[in-house]
């Protein structure tokens, strides 16, 4: 008996020290696991939390990323304004959102500040002093879309680093240029997490990148899955050199060395002298009213503003607000305004510091009443009957709409044109380069890859920027801000805005509903109405084909951001549920 107690206290202590050391085992293993720097986050995990819809009471920044809105987020917590949050977004965009977001790009931002004042910067690409009117023609005078949207010679002189610095320099309010590239930084250095999205782009984009680059690149050096940390350290490197010296950071220096030997190697032809050359410009945005609301957009060298006043004034002869939403009657009369004002566009517009072009014409209201004076109700009209008045795409750009606790706004539309641009990188500074030069018309009647076309007004000379869409785009109404919004997708951008700012002022809904809400499309040329596959009647469609449309469907248009100011002085983000963009706010 005595034995058997002896033995199992033995037992018990040999049980309690196994225990013990089993203890101190898993111990020693969840540390050392947790030590690990793992590359995965669980399967169960989501890899971000993506909110597309808020209502808060002081700011609000809804982009491409959730990342990206992080970053102005921050900003406007540090006390910066809607400005610098931009400049955030935009460094932030070009490390996590590489396929649209951009230093080797350009773009355009509206601004509305509270007071009331209005601004329009326009840093879009340039086109070489070496370019010319027949650099993407063969020796039959055919263009050759391969040599504008692909490689070296698709490049123009980037706009984005110049701009931010100009911003910064008339606006910010935390005027501290580095902290605006900090998040930015620190997302290249330490790599951030691919959504499911960005790693089938890549993937998909690899022999692509395999074509254009000789140098190795990150984008195509694995096949990639969602989760995956991406870590850009000569992009990281590049974004410090703009943090310490501002532009001449990229337009001098190493980096503009790195982008020149790039050139030469390629078979580009941009100089150090073009890229000392660039200038970012303040320009007078675009203004016009609709039923009672101020609308402010952007001027050449984008299309965007002047398309959208025209397509709103033909349409203000119309009372949409009682015809039901998406009948076959609504958008036909819609689709009718922007046939015309595309044809206008690929006559009139064009860079209109090289080309007249006829603003204060083309947004009268006497012209656009009389542009629709042949409208029939019953029937479609036939593009090729349609003349410019007398005097196409997937979605690689990207748009932001911001506004910060002061009520200041800013919609900015940024882009290095297709996915990934050029799909060239400057192999050492770790940046895409765009391929914004498919946006001149290279030839007359000549489709770009939009399917646009232009002529004389936006051929390629030395210098010019090319025509653009990009619509980024404020409303106010009774002197107050209303709406912020803008969108990537080509020559659907104008379309699509128009869409979401009439939603809000015809039909009363929400910015969310107005986002969300199916589009359509027309745009002169090719003569096709597309229609967003999910959310048309099919009556309405067979209404609309049966005045001769020629209906065709496509999987998405546009990817809208906007901000709302509620009456209460709330405001509503809204992010387009069509990808991975995300709005944050407080
Ligand atoms: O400036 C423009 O109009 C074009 N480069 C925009 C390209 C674009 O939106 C591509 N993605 N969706």
């Not at 932001?400 to 799909?423: C, F, H, P, R």
């Not at 992010?575 to 963009?581: C, E, L, P, S, W």
């Amino acid at each position: 008996m005595a034995n058997s107690i002896i033995q199992n206290q033995t037992y018990l202590t040999f049980m309690k020290a196994k225990h013990i050391l089993s203890y101190f085992f898993l111990l020693f293993f969840v540390i050392i696991l947790s030590s690990c720097k793992t590359d995965k986050p669980s399967p169960l995990e989501p890899i971000y939390d993506f909110t597309k819809t808020m209502i808060d009471d002081s700011a609000m920044v809804v982009t491409a990323h959730p990342i990206a809105s992080l970053a102005g987020y921050d900003i406007l917590r540090q006390g910066g304004n809607a400005i610098d949050a931009a400049i955030a977004v935009q460094f932030s965009l070009a490390v996590c959102y590489p396929i649209a977001g951009n230093i080797g790009g350009g773009g355009f931002m509206v601004y509305r500040s509270s007071d009331g004042t209005i601004d329009a910067l326009d840093y879009r690409e340039m086109a070489p002093a070496a370019s010319t009117s027949d650099m993407y023609l063969d020796q039959n005078g055919n263009a050759i879309a391969e040599k504008s949207q692909n490689g070296a010679l698709a490049v123009g002189v980037p706009g984005t680093p110049a701009g931010m610095y100009e911003a910064f320099q008339k606006y910010s309010k935390l005027k501290d240029w580095k902290a605006l590239l900090a998040p930015a930084i620190h997302s290249a250095e330490n790599g951030f997490r691919l959504t499911f999205r960005q790693a089938g782009l890549l993937n998909k984009n690899k022999t692509k990148f395999d074509k254009y680059n000789t140098d190795p690149v990150v984008f195509n050096s694995k096949n990639w899955k969602g989760g995956d940390l991406l870590i850009q350290p000569e992009l990281a490197t590049t974004l410090k050199a703009i943090a310490n010296e501002g532009p001449t950071g990229f337009y001098g220096g190493k980096v503009a060395d790195q982008i020149v030997n790039q050139m030469k190697k390629s078979g580009g032809i941009i100089t150090h002298e073009d890229l000392k050359n660039y200038q970012a410009i303040w320009r007078t945005p675009i203004t016009t009213n609709y039923r009672d609301h101020k609308i402010i957009s952007m001027p050449p060298p984008s299309s965007g503003g002047i398309a959208l006043a025209q397509i709103l004034g033909m349409v203000e002869n119309f009372n949409l607000a009682e015809m039901d939403y998406h009948s076959a009657e609504h958008i036909h009369v819609v689709v009718e305004a922007e046939r015309r004002a595309y044809a206008d566009r690929a006559t009139h517009l064009g860079d209109s510091d090289f080309y007249n072009v006829p603003i204060a014409s083309l947004i009268n209201k006497d012209y656009l009443k009389s542009r629709m004076a042949d409208f029939n109700p019953e029937k479609a009209s036939v593009s090729d009957s349609i003349i410019a008045g007398q005097m196409k795409e997937s979605l690689q750009t990207t748009h932001y709409s911001i506004v910060d606790q002061e009520g200041n706004a800013v919609s900015m539309t940024t882009t290095l044109n297709g996915g990934y641009g050029s799909k060239l990188v400057v192999a050492e500074g770790g940046f895409l380069l765009n391929n914004e030069m498919d946006d001149f018309s290279a030839k007359p009647g000549t489709p770009n890859m939009f399917g646009l076309i232009g002529a004389e007004a936006n051929k390629i000379e030395p210098g010019k920027r090319m025509l653009s869409s990009m619509t980024p785009t404020i409303v106010e109404k009774d002197g107050q801000l209303l709406l912020v919004c803008g969108t990537p997708g080509g020559s659907t951008i104008i379309t699509s805005v128009y869409q979401t700012v009439s939603n809000v002022i015809d039909y009363g809904m929400t910015a969310t509903e107005a986002v969300q809400s199916p589009r359509f499309h027309h745009q002169w040329l090719p003569d096709k109405l597309i229609l967003e596959e999910v959310g048309f009647d099919s009556l309405v469609i067979n209404a609309l084909a049966d005045k001769g449309h020629k209906v065709m469907k496509r999987g998405k248009i546009g990817k809208v951001e906007a901000v709302r100011f509620l009456s209460n002085g709330n405001l509503e983000g809204a992010a387009d549920i069509r990808a991975d963009d995300d709005v944050k706010g407080f």
